[in-house]
Every structure is written in structure tokens, then in C-alpha cells.
């Protein structure tokens, strides 16, 4: 049981955002899926994106998320026992990065993506290295055949995108949406770190808002377009 309310502020909370990854992954992935494909999720936060859209969907293979904090994870499994999703989804408490993995399909996740000079910020699993793809990178390094990954108008795109090229991906689709900032990247410190970015035309928004893109890359010898200049144009168009 989560007890205290200092507990409950360590669990990732941005309904708007959480949301928008659900969607952008029941409609890129889980509804183009046909056989029992396997998912494999870094930082699952409660679980609800993943646990709404198996609710919405007939997707029938598994997830395996990989979540770090311990109270997220509880969260996320008395949830999954819940909505009798046991079968289908299963949470490991454990760094998606030191353990063994296993085979996968799609990778998929909305990851840590404030940048900051270091991780000394309120919460520092959020936390995406100095332009905020770091994490991001490290994912499209492991070489998964299709990734849905959750990519900000602040944390460096245009790096971000030229990275995917060198490690063999094109864009397959994209769903791009608006956010307000909010508690997380309004804090000081990310806050400073993404004007210094914007200085050097690595970070785009305007006063209040950003765009968040849900992007599926996907190997290039099984993409059928590249959408690459059309995300690019508009995730640094504020
Ligand atoms: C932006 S939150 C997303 C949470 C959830 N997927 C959502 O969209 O609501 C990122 C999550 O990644 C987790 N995380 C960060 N680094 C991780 C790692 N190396 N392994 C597993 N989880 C990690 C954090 O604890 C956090 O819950």
C-alpha cells in the first residue's frame, strides 16, 4: 500500500502526457499488431498508459515494462491485477539498462527527456542528460527492429533524428501533439537548460507550450516511407 503523499509526488503524474503515449500506442502499434508479438517497455511510471490501451485494443502477445521506482511499480501491479491483465503485461522493478532483456518486437516508451547539467533536479529519473536524449539514444543503440518512443520539441530533435539515421532507422509514422509545460519541465533548473538549448536551435516552444511527437521508427531494409523531414518541420515549427 502507498502510504505517505511524498510517495505518491515520486510516481510519475501528467495525465496529459501519459495519455498521449497511450494513444500514440494503440494507434501506431497495438492496433497494426496480428500475432502474439512481444513488447518490451522502458519505465512503465503506474502503468496506466500500457494498462488503457490493452483495455481498448485486441492486442494478444505481452509487455514487459521495466520500471526503477518501486512505488511506480507497486502502483502499476495492483492495477494490472485489477483489470485482469496479469497475462499480458508484467512489471519488473528493475534498470531496463543492467538487465537481461527479453526478445522483443517493438520497443516502446515515453522516457526520461528533461534536460539539465546533471540529475540533481526534483526527480531524477526524469532526468535525460544535458539535451534530454540521452536515454533516447541509448535506446535506439540496442538495435530493436521497430521503437515507439515518446520524442520532445525541447530535448534536441534535430540530434535526435540525424542519431536514428547513423543507427539505421527511418520514421514509419508519427502522431504530434501540443503540451502545456508542467510541473516537471517548469522547474528552474530544466526550465534554464532548455532557453540555453533554444540559444543554439536545439530546443523549440513557444511561451507555454512544446509539441510532443509519439514516433515509431522503424529498421530501414522494412520501412515503406520515411517521414523523417515532415517530423522535423513541424516539431521545430514554434
Ligand atoms: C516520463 S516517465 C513515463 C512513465 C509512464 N510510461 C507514463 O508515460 O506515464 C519515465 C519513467 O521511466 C522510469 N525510468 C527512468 N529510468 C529508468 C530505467 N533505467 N529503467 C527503468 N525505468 C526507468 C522513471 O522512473 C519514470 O517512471
Redesign the pocket.
Known amino acids: 500500500m502507498i502510504t505517505s503523499s511524498k510517495s505518491l509526488k515520486d510516481?510519475?503524474?501528467?495525465?496529459e502526457?501519459?495519455n498521449f503515449?497511450?494513444h500514440c500506442l494503440e494507434t501506431l502499434v497495438l492496433n497494426k499488431c496480428v500475432n502474439s508479438e512481444s513488447i518490451i517497455?522502458?519505465?512503465?511510471?503506474?502503468?496506466?498508459?500500457?494498462i488503457n490501451s490493452l483495455l481498448r485494443t485486441n492486442f494478444n502477445g505481452i509487455v514487459h515494462?521495466?520500471?526503477?521506482?518501486p512505488l511506480?511499480c507497486e502502483a502499476a501491479e495492483a492495477k494490472i491485477e485489477e483489470y485482469g491483465l496479469s497475462d499480458k503485461y508484467i512489471i519488473h522493478n528493475?534498470?531496463?539498462?543492467?538487465?537481461s532483456k527479453p526478445q522483443a518486437d517493438y520497443l516502446i516508451?515515453?522516457?526520461?527527456?528533461l534536460p539539465a547539467l546533471d540529475n540533481k533536479i526534483h526527480?531524477p529519473?526524469?532526468?535525460g542528460g544535458i539535451d534530454g536524449i540521452t536515454?533516447t539514444k541509448q535506446l535506439l543503440s540496442l538495435d530493436y527492429e521497430n521503437a515507439l518512443l515518446?520524442v520532445s520539441s525541447y530535448s534536441n530533435p534535430e540530434g535526435l533524428i540525424d542519431y536514428t539515421i547513423t543507427k539505421g532507422y527511418c520514421i514509419a509514422n508519427f502522431v504530434i501533439t501540443p503540451l502545456a509545460f508542467g510541473y516537471?519541465s517548469s522547474e528552474p533548473k530544466v526550465k534554464n537548460r532548455i532557453e540555453e538549448l533554444r540559444k543554439n536551435n536545439m530546443a523549440f516552444y513557444s511561451e507555454h507550450i512544446y509539441l510532443l511527437a509519439g514516433v515509431l521508427f522503424t529498421k530501414q531494409d522494412k520501412c515503406k516511407v520515411n517521414l523523417s523531414s515532415e517530423l522535423l518541420k513541424l516539431i521545430t515549427a514554434l
Open positions: 510516481i510519475f503524474f501528467c495525465p502526457e501519459s503515449y497511450s517497455e522502458l519505465g512503465s511510471g503506474d502503468g496506466s498508459p500500457v515494462g521495466f520500471e526503477m521506482n511506480s528493475k534498470s531496463f539498462f543492467d538487465s516508451s515515453n522516457p526520461p527527456y526527480q529519473l526524469l532526468h536515454l515518446m516537471y
